[in-house]
């Protein structure tokens, strides 16, 4: 019997939380390495076990896993959450897609200068309000079910409700003009396995503080380039550079 996944990521969210958010939808139990000094990241390293020298990274099912978009896809596909068919795949991607888009700028806030946070919050709930959730509303009034593609639960769905949640956390009544994606958060949220990952002590990680942001500049630095961890503003528009993993 195959062991369980192991996990190689900081005690943070950061590219890993939805790796960790599919997993536990799934069912599937997993174990965490946590990587907690530079010394921690140089054995992966020297080890070989890093393809392009960047975490997160995934041991399943023989493998070690790396690129977030790599392991998610693996997991979706493995644990029959990604579609009936190219169509629906297709569908899934778009959407999922999209929600990377919108966690990727909260995701990077707090590594963003103090002087810029405010006005790129605000620009955060512009685009959830404006461009990203009136997409999901209409997709769940168009499609006439519970979820976002076919009939079952998918990827999309997952990663859907995890970024309802994360823009919450910026703005709690932020879905008060999306009655269809109130719903969703409630049917989605009460998934047993879901529902599990929600509950206190489980796997799932809080929301970034001060000190994890210490932990990612000085050991993850080594890996990434510094840049990585801001935004820049230009033409009112959010920009990521290039991402780790």
Not at 2 to 22: D, F, V
Not at 103 to 114: D, E, K, S, V
Not at 127 to 138: G, I, L, N, Q, S
Request: glycine letters at 6%.
């Amino acid at each position: 019997m195959a062991g369980k996944p192991k996990l190689h990521y900081t005690k943070g969210r950061g590219k890993m939380e939805s790796i960790r958010w599919l997993l536990a939808a799934a069912g599937v139990e997993f174990e965490e390495e946590f990587i907690e000094t530079k010394e921690d990241l140089e054995k992966l390293r020297n080890d070989g076990v890093l393809l392009f020298q960047q975490v997160p990274m995934v041991e399943m099912d023989g493998m070690k896993m790396v690129q977030t978009r790599a392991i998610l896809s693996y997991i979706a596909a493995k644990y029959n959450l990604y579609g009936k068919d190219l169509k629906e795949r297709a569908w899934i991607d778009m959407y999922v897609e999209g929600t990377t888009d919108l966690m990727g700028m909260i995701m990077y806030l707090p590594f963003q200068p103090a002087d810029t946070k405010e006005k790129n919050l605000a620009l955060i709930i512009e685009r959830a309000t404006t461009r990203y959730f009136p997409v999901y509303e209409k997709a769940l009034k168009d499609h006439g079910q519970d979820y976002l593609v076919g009939n079952k639960l998918s990827w999309a769905d997952v990663h859907l409700l995890e970024a309802i949640l994360m823009v919450e956390e910026c703005k709690p009544d932020v879905l008060s003009a999306f009655p269809l994606l109130q719903a969703f958060k409630g049917r989605i949220s009460n998934i047993p396995t879901i529902k599990k990952f929600l509950q206190p002590g489980s796997q799932r990680k809080p929301p970034i503080d001060e000190k994890f942001v210490a932990v990612q500049k000085t050991v993850l630095a080594k890996l990434c380039d510094p840049r990585n961890f801001y935004f820049v503003h230009k033409s009112k528009q959010l920009h990521s550079l290039n991402s780790c993993g």
